[in-house]
């Protein structure tokens, strides 16, 4: 079982920044990938920005150029650095950690999520 652990969410003015952190704990596989999703008040949760194990990133459209996802692999910790933030960045924030779990010769892949923390941007 994987916990992966949100901490960095608050308030924030418009054009202000904010880092999130995420420590996933408890897996004795692999995590191949984590990344950050959010959700607003009535909308369906979206990816934000994901990054492997290898360092491959991912970015939503919206976010490019002002948000920055990196990895400690050795602490299967992922990092969220927010900058320029907009009103509409306001959201829960989750947490993901994909873990590839190897049973002979079947490869399984799980989700984990962690409860989130709130982002609010906001004058």
């Known amino acids: 079982q994987v916990h992966p652990v949100e901490s960095g969410g608050g308030l924030v003015q418009p054009g202000g920044s904010l880092r999130l952190s995420c420590a996933a704990s408890g897996s004795r596989f692999s995590i191949v990938a984590m990344g950050w999703y959010r959700q607003a008040p009535g909308k369906q949760r979206e990816s934000v920005a994901t990054?492997?194990?290898?360092?491959?990133?991912n970015y939503a459209d919206s976010v490019k150029g002002r948000f920055t996802i990196s990895r400690d692999n050795a602490k299967n910790t992922v990092y969220l650095q927010m900058n320029s933030l907009k009103p509409e960045d306001t959201a829960v924030y989750y947490c993901?950690?994909?873990?590839?779990?190897?049973?002979?010769?079947?490869?399984?892949?799980?989700?984990?999520w962690g409860q989130g923390t709130q982002v609010t941007v906001s004058s």
């Open positions: 990054v492997t194990s290898g360092g491959s990133t």
């Open positions: 993901n950690a994909v873990v590839q779990v190897v049973a002979g010769t079947d490869v399984l892949f799980a989700d984990y």
